[in-house]
């Protein structure tokens, strides 16, 4: 089993940054993807960026070129950096992480966002 903790969120203006951070824990040797996930209130939860145990990345057409996912296995930690935020990124983001072929949650994180 794997937990995930992320941290880094809170209040920022439009067109400011935050860097969000997953620590996880237990089973790390065998956590191949992660991702980070978001869920704004009244929207279903949504696949922010994803990266591979190689390094390959994958982004929401949304957050491309704003947003960069990154990891430190040395440290068991996920990255997301935000830049030129939007109101629109404001939700609960989640950390994903997969061991194996099962899927891990944190509890998430609350960015908001104003204008």
């Known amino acids: 089993q794997v937990q995930l903790v992320e941290s880094g969120g809170g209040l920022v203006q439009a067109g400011g940054s935050l860097r969000l951070s997953c620590a996880a824990s237990g089973s790390t040797a065998s956590i191949n993807r992660m991702a980070w996930y978001r869920q704004a209130p009244g929207n279903q939860r949504e696949l922010v960026a994803l990266i591979s145990d190689g390094g390959d990345t994958n982004y929401a057409d949304s957050v491309t070129g704003r947003f960069t996912i990154s990891r430190d296995n040395t440290k068991n930690t996920l990255y997301l950096q935000m830049n030129s935020l939007k109101p629109v990124d404001t939700a609960v983001y989640y950390c994903?992480?997969?061991?194996?072929?099962?899927?891990?949650w944190g509890q998430g994180t609350q960015v908001t966002v104003s204008s």
């Open positions: 994903r992480a997969r061991v194996h072929f099962n899927w891990y």
